[in-house]
């Protein structure tokens, strides 16, 4: 299973980032290209302690949406919402220049995966409180997610 903690699933990942551009179609949902770069750097902002994110867990988001969302070999579904802290627009970082914001999306990528096992990450808003395992699947399958929605 790919992870964040694989350094070849990370470039594979890496890789995948060069392909987007301002021409990038959305194949689902409603974020365009731009703003799901900020998206997924806010993810990464969030799990590093950089911002904060009221939870919206669960007993079964905790329990059974975290295992078949982490470990069922199925892509993840269209259509989930986020929480606001992670939407452009409603509380989550608006685009400025996109090549820019792809620059930092890079960085925090290399930040989260270089993070070790002692790290002591926040609690996830949806999971809640994961292993550093679990965190580095997430991350490997939450880029994944969101590349693909723009064929990257």
Known sequence: MKTLTNAADKDEIARRLDAL???????????SVAEMI???S???KIALGEREAKSVSNLFTRNVMKWAGL???TKWPHGVETVPECKAGMGGTPPVVMERDLDELRGLLERF???PRGFVFPEHSIFGRMTHAEWMRWGYLHMDHHLRQFGA
């Open 21 to 31: 551009g301002p021409a990038s179609e959305r194949r689902w949902g409603k974020m």
């Open 42 to 44: 806010d993810a990464f």
């Open 113 to 115: 995966a270089a993070q």
């Open 71 to 73: 470990w069922f070999p």
């Open 38 to 40: 900020c998206h997924l």
